[in-house]
C-alpha cells in the first residue's frame, strides 16, 4: 500500500474531511476510524457515504444513497431512469453493488 492511501494514514484524520474515493471496487476508503461523513443520500438528503452505479443501464451514474431509498428507487438515481428499458434488476442481498454484467449460466464455461 502507498501513495495518497499511505500519505493520509501517516498523517491522520485531521488533514481530510470524509474518505478517500478510490477508482476500484472499494470505492471510498476510510483513513480513520472516525472519518466524518460529508456527503448525502441523492434522494433523502441524509448523511450518507456509500456509492452506487445507477441501476440503468444507458445511465450508469455513480451517485451515494442510503439503503432505504436504494431499495425504494430500484437502485435508480432518478424517477426516470427507474422506467427506463434498460434497468438492471435491484438485489437487496448486496450484490448489484457495483453492478457487474451479469453472467449467464447458457454461456459459462465448465
Known amino acids: 500500500m502507498g501513495g495518497v492511501i ?13 474518505k478517500l474515493f478510490v477508482f476500484d471496487d472499494r470505492l ?22 456509500v456509492y452506487y452505479n445507477c441501476a440503468n443501464m444507458d445511465c450508469n451514474d455513480l ?26 434488476p435491484y438485489r437487496e442481498d448486496g450484490s448489484s453493488k457495483p453492478f457487474r454484467k451479469m453472467a449467464h449460466s447458457c454461456c459459462s464455461i465448465s
Do not use: M
Open 6 to 18: 499511505q500519505y493520509g494514514l501517516e498523517k491522520g484524520s485531521n488533514k481530510w474531511k470524509g
Open 28 to 49: 471510498v476508503v476510510p483513513l480513520s476510524e472516525d472519518a466524518e461523513v460529508i456527503s448525502q443520500c441523492k434522494h433523502c438528503n441524509t448523511p450518507n457515504d
Open 63 to 88: 451517485f451515494t444513497c442510503c439503503l432505504d431509498c436504494l431499495k425504494s428507487h430500484k437502485g435508480c438515481c432518478c424517477s426516470s431512469c427507474e422506467t427506463a428499458p434498460r434497468v438492471r
